[in-house]
């Protein structure tokens, strides 16, 4: 079974564009969550997704945005880009988004902001 | 809300020997699931061991076990007969019990990053 895929893996942008980003979970994979990895806060919880809707969000502005489709992929969405913004995006699904299932992770995208 | 707190950011140990890495936890919750994560230098994040807050017995996986001690909320990662793979970031987290599934979102420490000496 393929693992979780991100892409693209790396990404340069400058201040103030937009970047989407994308997910493919594992077959099967109902859930889909969002992390953003920095060295200076570690690992944030942005949202999750779960059959096409946003079931849980995190502590982000509103620049953040995401998307399922109907497959289960996800999107997220950053627009007017910070230098802050420059993370370690990682993208994770379980199989039902159930408590306690493991959740897989993306190898991530690199996201750069110049 | 829920923190994770580890409070080493580094550790080495060498090959073959016993390493603990520790971990302290606050929440209000009764029910809940912690878990240990592993990142290598590639990046990929894998599951180590998850442990049911309501189980009393502690998880083992092979060379990883845990110590649980629900009352102190302390989470603390046994890594026995180290070995030079196991040189990794490694990230105590925790998600809440919800029935519903609808909270399976995943509070993270700031991660500690263990090296294995040859």
């Known amino acids: 079974k393929a693992g979780v895929t991100q892409t693209p893996r790396y990404l340069i942008k400058t201040r103030g564009q937009q970047v989407t980003l994308s997910c493919s979970p594992i077959s099967g994979h109902r859930s889909v969550s969002w992390y953003q990895q920095t060295p200076g806060q570690g690992l944030q919880f942005l949202f999750e997704y779960f059959s096409e809707t946003q079931r849980n969000k995190g502590n982000f502005p509103g620049r953040f945005s995401g998307r399922q489709f109907s497959n289960s992929r996800s999107e997220m969405n950053v627009s007017t880009l910070e230098l802050g913004d420059s993370a370690l995006y990682l993208c994770a699904s379980s199989p039902r988004g159930t408590v306690g299932n493991e959740q897989f992770f993306g190898p991530g995208t690199r996201l750069t902001v110049l | ?118």
């Open chain 2, 1 to 118: 809300a829920q923190t994770v707190t580890q409070s080493q950011p580094e550790m080495s140990v060498q090959e073959a020997e016993t390493v603990t890495l520790s971990c302290t936890y606050d929440t209000s919750e009764n029910n809940y699931y912690l878990f240990w994560y592993k990142q290598p230098p590639s990046r990929q994040m894998i599951l180590v061991i998850r442990q049911e807050a309501y189980k009393q017995q502690n998880a083992t996986e092979n060379r990883f076990s845990v110590n649980f001690q629900k009352a102190a909320k302390s989470f603390s990662l046994k890594i026995s007969d180290s070995q030079l793979g196991d040189t990794a970031m490694y990230f105590c987290a925790f998600t809440p019990y919800d029935y519903t599934g609808a909270n399976s979102k995943l509070t993270f420490g700031k991660g500690i990053t263990l090296s294995v000496r040859p």
